[in-house]
């Protein structure tokens, strides 16, 4: 039994708030110096709530939230959706393990998770738009790190907001 | 058992998305079917784009409300300058454009196509080293057309990739996926422009060992390949070296628009393509840039 199995829309809910900052910070148009590393803030968003609440946050959501980027960023759809999905997959896998490890573990492996996202998600741009994959685009995974314990504290917030048992 | 049975669900819907996933990526990437989906979703993501050009519209009006009254003095009297610099100028370009099209009546040429100008503004900005790309509040409802050239008062930006309707792509002439046909001012030899993924340098390409090209030299758009029209600026060379293996020289040029540096941009169109429409959007663009004016 999950123990936010009582309130799934609520999950929906605060999944839906969180998701909708994220993809404000996401578009919002930063200096160049911060640019490269600047965090994904969609997958750190994604990987809590696929922690907090496996059962309702599977690859469906992933998939769904991955094409609605793909619109704002005028990108072919599929190329962020599938990175997605996989990566909350595999957070749905492993979040007994990635629940129980101390706190510098979770973020290395979480961080870890997201990179493998990222690869994912450089490969099919590649494909598709022949785009190289360089030094520069890993520098995002150093903006993650600072910023996941930031993320945990604010959505921790918002899922206090929703009553939602952790 | 109940777990188990979780467990394969979970993969269930996982090897599902892949798979849809993989379908949409195949399809969006070699059609354009997707394109009518596409924009019903952006419309209803709108929302969420305009909160997300908040902050710079902020910093824009902040720097603007900030900036000392001499600053916007010295600003206002360099604009009246300009005004009437330029109003003299198209008086002088109304008669020439008349001897113009007399000396093409007398050569039995066509007449020049004549571009309706309309002023766009942007929303967004995204520029990865791999993708430069811009987003402009005019859409489908605008008439914008894909393949529209897009232009400031320096020189060409780029052109249209996507329209949505309530906005649409510009790709521009420095993202590495984009180039265009180019014409040297000084001696009309014609090459091609391509972007490199720095916003202050494009490659010229495919000119051979001899040929004439210089630093200094301006290179305008040819008008061939039939998107962007002929006789706009587009970049100056910078550098020009020649590698004695190599079949062509290695020329790289900055381009003259401010493209990271403008508010707004125009749109080009073709006359013939819809002229009421056109002609309307010239007036009301005029009437906009008339209000700046008067505003400043």
Redesign the interface.
Do not use: C, H, Y
């Given at each position: 039994m999950n123990s936010t199995a009582g309130a799934p829309n609520r999950v929906y809910l605060a999944l839906c708030v969180s998701c909708?900052a994220a993809?404000?910070l996401?578009?919002?148009?930063v200096p160049?110096w911060l640019?490269a590393f600047w965090p994904d803030w969609i997958a750190l968003v994604l990987v809590y709530w696929a922690l907090l609440a496996p059962?309702k946050v599977?690859?469906?959501v992933?998939?769904t939230i991955?094409?609605?980027l793909e619109?704002?960023?005028?990108k072919?759809?599929?190329?962020l959706?599938?990175g997605l999905?996989?990566l909350v997959?595999l957070v749905?896998?492993t979040y007994l393990q990635l629940k129980v490890t101390s706190r510098w573990l979770q973020v290395f492996l979480v961080v870890a998770l997201i990179a493998f996202f990222k690869l994912i998600n450089l490969w099919?741009?590649g494909l598709?738009?022949?785009?190289?994959i360089?030094v520069?685009d890993w520098y995002s995974i150093v903006g993650n790190i600072l910023v996941w314990p930031f993320v945990n504290i604010v959505l921790e917030e918002i899922r206090r907001v929703f009553h939602l048992r952790p | 058992m109940e777990k188990q049975f979780?467990k394969s669900s979970?993969w269930f819907?996982?090897c599902?998305?892949?798979v849809?996933?993989?379908?949409?990526?195949?399809?969006?990437?070699n059609t354009s079917w997707?394109n009518s989906p596409?924009n019903a979703?952006?419309v209803a993501?709108r929302p969420?784009?305009v909160?997300?050009?908040v902050?710079?519209s902020i910093g824009n009006w902040v720097s603007g409300t900030m900036s000392a009254e001499p600053d916007v003095k010295i600003a206002y009297e360099n604009l009246r300058s300009e005004y009437f610099k330029l109003k003299s100028e198209t008086l002088l370009l109304r008669t020439l454009q008349e001897e113009n099209a007399g000396l093409r009546a007398l050569l039995d040429a066509t007449e020049r196509l004549e571009e309706k100008v309309t002023l766009a503004e942007l929303m967004?900005?995204?520029?990865?080293?791999?993708?430069h790309?811009v987003?402009i509040r005019q859409g489908l409802s605008d008439s914008v057309y894909l393949g529209q050239a897009v232009v400031d008062d320096k020189g060409v930006i780029g052109q249209i990739t996507?329209v949505m309707p309530l906005s649409s792509?510009v790709v521009l002439i420095t993202d590495?996926?984009h180039a265009m046909p180019v014409q040297v001012e000084r001696n009309g030899l014609r090459t091609i422009v391509r972007g490199t993924g720095s916003l202050s340098t494009v490659d010229v390409l495919y000119l051979n060992q001899n040929s004439d090209i210089k630093q200094g030299d301006i290179l305008l758009s040819s008008g061939l390949g039939e998107r962007f029209p002929n006789g706009y600026p587009v970049a100056q060379v910078v550098d020009v070296a020649i590698i004695e293996d190599e079949a062509f020289m290695r020329v790289t040029a900055s381009p003259i628009a401010k493209l990271d540096r403008s508010n707004h941009v125009l749109l080009l169109s073709r006359e013939a393509k819809n002229m009421e429409v056109g002609a309307n959007q010239v007036s009301q663009s005029q009437k906009e840039t008339d209000g700046d004016l008067s505003d400043e």
């Open positions: 909708f993809f404000t996401m578009l919002v148009q160049d640019a059962n599977g690859p469906i992933g998939f991955g094409t609605m619109v704002l960023t005028a072919t759809f599929g190329v959706s599938i999905a996989t997959f749905n896998l099919l741009e598709v738009a022949g785009n190289k360089t520069e | 979780r979970g819907q996982f599902t998305m892949l849809t996933s993989v379908v949409l990526l195949l399809v969006d990437s997707l596409r979703l952006s993501l969420i784009q909160l997300a050009s902050p710079s967004q900005v995204s520029l990865d080293r791999d993708s790309r987003s996507e792509v590495p996926g």
